[in-house]
């Protein structure tokens, strides 16, 4: 198991060092990042200053390196809004809104798609099956902003039942919740509909029937717990998917996560808050993938890391 | 894949075999999905091709005078606004009727761009295998590290959003799903007698790929595209909205469901309205993808 983990993280490496190349290119290569701090009308001398101060009058390798050494000890640059404040610690500071909404749109995700995906699949090509389908089209056909803002329409403004936006407690986080769960609920939900189907038809099962066990723990323990596998992996590659969701979700409801601030440091061209915002997003998108594999080995009781 | 079929020739070449054109008609009119999302879809291109025509007012000319009016079935309605006026007394169906321009050219645009990548790297990945394979698998991988739509958002922040700029950026990100469907595909096709009769042949790598491969895995590219492109209009709907879209004066469903969202306390419509002809338009593109999928390729399903 403790090889295993190291393995992984040692495979970690490469992505992440794709990830902090893609944004160098992004940030350094494409056009002059001088441009992006600067306002429009300022003099050559003052555009020559902040080159030689933020070292872009080197080669590009060198700056490249300079680029890694300065992310290895943890420094993103000196953010423009945010002065004389570490940009590791605002980003930081914003992360667990992101990481409350996301876990409660995943628990989301799976009361939806997870009964809804069996009982489909227990009623196959009969009613519940048909509803099941057709809900999870619709959900794959809607843009899930629109859904938070008419749901917003439908239970803050007109019912007034929960508030319209901010962050100050559970009423506040249902709404985002529900817009991002259901975003990935249409595609866990066919996924757990066509894994039950396959899982039902095996040999196993027609044998757990034939002896007579009851229908419950049938469809519970040699059914469900053997479809679960599947949704899991997906599950696991879904969670890049939700937090590219957060970035919108957290703009519709005025969440303020890492996405709205990734937002707002785009706008205002405060690079040392982007990159540290999408390099700390590639990291939770690796853990949380890491730690899907590692749930492997609690649901299926074959699979041993060595 | 392979293992099962190698012993059963027949089922996999009738498997690999493209229905007739007569047959996928006659599957086509009898699959109500099939024939519903032809027309919703139709329905979109015509509004978009003939905008000018269609929309009986200026998406742009505001009239300060007929601001907020409701559908016309609602009190206070006219039958001159169908579906009501903005803030600033804009027609909402001219406005919806030209939006579905940008819609259906980023879509079509993103998903053209975007196979391309896609289909060469993945068709790379999978014919060389080895290295190459390698490098592109990793690439994917960093991609699909990091949020997409962060990615999308510094990228247009960086480079400024503009119609080419959104379809460039989309054409960089989103090929992986292309690639890693083409690869498989690819490493299970070259396999095939076929394939190696080629080389046998003394045909070079690259007409091997093209002539040969490609052909065959020509079926889960059509599926994946079709369902890509409601994919793309739906992204592109939302970087409209979160302001990193297509700039105004130009109409845009993202853009009004962004000013929509400021009324949604005195005038619901105008955000309802653009999110309804981005999920009509994304069920006749997923209606369309998926029944392609079914006559086509049913292996593809759940991708």
């Known amino acids: 198991m403790t090889s295993y983990l190291a393995r992984r993280i040692v495979q970690m490496v490469p992505v992440l060092f794709g990830v902090v190349t893609i944004i160098f290119v992004l940030l350094r290569v494409s056009g002059d990042p001088v441009q992006l701090y600067l306002p429009e009308d300022a003099s050559v001398e003052q555009v020559e200053e902040l080159r030689r101060a933020l070292g872009l009058d080197r080669p590009l390798p060198v700056q490249y390196a300079l680029f890694l050494a300065d992310l290895a000890r943890g420094d993103f ?188 440091a785009i706008n205002s061209r405060d690079m040392a808050i982007v990159q540290a915002v999408v390099i700390l997003a590639a990291l939770v998108v690796m853990t949380a993938n890491l730690l899907v ?14 | ?121 993945g068709l790379l990945a999978g014919y060389f295998r080895g290295r190459v394979d390698v490098v592109i698998s990793r690439v994917i991988d ?14 247009l922040g960086v480079f400024g959003p503009s119609l080419t700029m959104l379809i460039v950026v989309i054409g960089c990100v989103n090929w992986t799903t292309f690639a890693r469907v083409v690869r498989g595909e690819v490493m299970a096709v070259s396999e095939r007698e076929f394939v190696d009769a080629a080389r046998a042949n003394g045909a070079r790598d690259v007409r091997v790929m093209l002539r040969h491969v490609l052909p065959s895995v020509a079926a889960p590219i059509l599926v994946v595209g079709t369902l890509n492109v409601a994919t793309i209009i739906i992204l592109e709907a939302s970087l409209s909205f979160l302001g990193f879209g297509v700039q105004p004066p130009t109409v845009t469903w993202g853009r009004m469901l962004a000013d929509g969202r400021d009324y949604l306390a005195t005038a619901w419509w105008l955000a309802t309205f653009p999110g309804v002809a981005i999920t009509l338009l994304g069920l006749g593109l997923l209606f369309l993808g998926d029944w392609l999928r079914d006559v086509l390729d049913p292996r593809l399903r759940g991708r």
Do not use: C
């Not at chain 1, 609690?298 to 060595?306: F, H, M, S, T, W």
């Not at chain 2, 009239?63 to 007394?89: M, N, V």
């Open chain 1, 77 to 264: 640059g000196e953010s423009l809004r945010y002065r004389n404040q570490n940009v590791l610690t605002i980003v930081l500071e914003r992360l667990p809104a992101t990481l409350e909404l996301a876990s409660a749109a995943l628990l989301v995700a799976v009361l939806i798609s997870l009964p809804l995906g069996i009982v489909a699949a227990l009623n196959r090509n009969r009613l519940p099956d048909a509803v099941a389908s057709a809900v999870a089209m619709l959900g794959r056909a809607m843009p899930n902003f629109w859904l938070g803002i008419m749901l917003i329409l439908a239970f803050a403004v007109h019912l007034r039942w929960l508030p319209v936006s901010g962050r100050d407690g559970f009423a506040n986080l249902v709404l985002p919740a529900l817009t991002l769960g259901t975003s990935i609920a249409a595609l866990l939900m066919r996924l757990m509909r066509s894994g039950m189907l396959e899982v039902m038809n095996q040999d196993y099962v027609r044998t757990a029937k034939a002896k007579g066990l009851r229908w419950r723990r049938v469809v519970v323990k040699h059914g469900l717990r053997n479809a679960l596998i599947g949704y899991v992996t997906v599950l696991g590659l879904e969670i890049a998917g939700l937090l590219a969701g957060a970035v919108v979700t957290e703009q519709v409801f005025a969440w303020p996560g890492i996405g709205r601030l990734a937002i707002q």
């Open chain 2, 1 to 121: 894949m392979s293992a099962v079929t190698a012993t059963r020739p027949g089922v996999e070449e009738s498997a690999h075999r493209r229905p007739r054109l007569p047959v996928l008609a006659r599957r086509w009119i009898s699959s109500p999905n099939a024939v519903v999302g032809t027309f919703l879809v139709l329905a979109f291109v015509v509004a978009a091709l003939l905008a000018p025509v269609l929309a009986p007012f200026d998406p742009n000319a505001t009239d300060l005078r007929a601001r907020q009016i409701p559908p016309a079935w609602l009190d206070g309605g006219t039958s001159k606004h169908l579906l009501g006026t903005d803030q600033l007394g804009r027609d909402i169906l001219s406005r919806l009727v030209f939006g579905s321009r940008i819609a259906l050219i980023v879509g079509l645009g993103g998903v053209a761009l975007t196979s391309v990548v896609g289909v060469t790297l």
């Open chain 2, 142 to 155: 960093t991609l699909l590290a990091i949020p997409n739509v962060l990615l999308y958002l510094v990228a």
């Open chain 1, 293 to 306: 594999d590692l749930a492997y080995a609690l649901i299926d009781p074959r699979i041993r890391y060595g």
